[in-house]
């Protein structure tokens, strides 16, 4: 088996990522826990309502930490947490994403004898230079089908957006660009420790 080879009792990550993407956008859709069982025995349940969260479970069996790990790769979540559940003496291992914010707050280092209360929160009627340079980011993966002309029109409406549009707009892209997010992310973090 070569590095690029699926393994035997894996679907390829394709037919994985574009199986979970169908279930996700489903839930999302109806707020139902759609279900799929691969052909290696594995059942997804995958559930939106409450958070997103993908429940593992096998006929006559538990489904391994490895099983865990290849779907929540697949669903392109940088990093995730685990849990067991048993529910009708059935195990399932149940995956959430803890991905990292979109943009990350700055961090103020504090002065060891401060004992000024802290700032009030940023005004609301002036946007967050970070989320509008995220938005007006022409290598983001949702300007992909914008032209340049459109391209500028949208810098311009996002440069008019208060702190409210635009955490409503992240929000939006995180909904629907989730796996093209997350690599765009990890894209922009490595080109920024280059």
């Known amino acids: 088996m070569t590095l690029f080879e699926a393994s035997p009792s894996a679907p390829a990550p394709e037919t994985l990522t574009e199986t979970l993407m169908r279930l996700l956008s489903q839930s999302r859709e109806d707020g139902s826990q759609p279900a799929h069982t691969l052909e290696d025995g594995l059942r997804l349940r995958v559930g939106t309502a409450e958070g997103e969260f993908i429940a593992l479970s096998r006929p006559g069996g538990r489904p391994t930490d490895e099983d865990g790990q290849h779907v929540a790769q697949a669903t392109g979540w940088l990093a995730w947490s685990t849990s067991w559940e048993e529910r009708g003496h059935r195990w399932y291992l149940v995956l959430k994403p803890e991905d990292p914010p979109l943009i ?9 004898d401060d004992a000024e209360p802290p700032p009030p929160p940023e005004d609301p009627e002036f946007p967050d230079d970070a989320i509008r340079a995220a938005l007006v980011d022409r290598t983001a ?4 089908g ?16 208060k702190r409210a549009e635009l955490l409503e707009e992240i929000s939006w892209l995180r909904r629907k660009f989730g796996p093209q997010l997350q690599a765009w992310k990890r894209a922009r973090i490595a080109a920024a420790l280059a």
Do not use: C, Q, T
Not at 141 to 144: E, F, G
């Open 146 to 161: 914008l032209s340049p002309w459109g391209m500028d029109i949208r810098d311009d409406v996002v440069k008019g957006m």
């Open 141 to 144: 993966p949702w300007r992909a």
């Open 104 to 112: 990350e707050a700055p961090v103020k280092a504090k002065a060891k």
